[in-house]
């Protein structure tokens, strides 16, 4: 089992910028696709980013393409999201998660999910 710890949550005015933290421990942190979702109030949770293992590959959603970049660094078994021009739609808790297997067999389904981060943008 992975744990996963998310952190770099908090209040930033819109546009605005943040990084966010994943922390990884259990597990060898490459054998895993790695993601980012999140979870407005009173919302569905949504995906927002994912890295392949190697971290070549990445996706976006639509609403976050063009201004968050995730990444990853397997030797120091953390994940990243890198956030700007954030709008007060981007408030959310966001919750790192990751799925073991291949990129070219991942479907969106995570199997393991930290505890999340809170984000909050002002207008």
């Known amino acids: 089992q992975v744990q996963l710890a998310e952190s770099g949550g908090g209040l930033v005015q819109a546009g605005g910028s943040l990084r966010l933290s994943c922390a990884a421990s259990g597990r060898t942190l490459s054998d895993y696709v790695m993601g980012w979702f999140r979870q407005a109030p009173g919302k569905e949770r949504e995906f927002a980013a994912a890295i392949s293992r190697a971290g070549s590959l990445t996706r976006y959603s639509d609403s976050v393409k063009g201004r968050f970049t995730i990444s990853r660094d397997n030797s120091k078994n953390t994940v990243y999201l890198q956030m700007y021009s954030l709008q007060p739609e981007d408030t959310a808790v966001y919750y790192c998660?990751?799925?073991?297997?291949?990129?070219?067999?991942?479907?969106?389904?995570?199997?393991?999910w930290g505890k999340g981060t809170l984000v909050t943008v002002s207008s």
């Open positions: 998660a990751a799925r073991g297997g291949s990129w070219s067999t991942w479907k969106f389904d995570m199997d393991y």
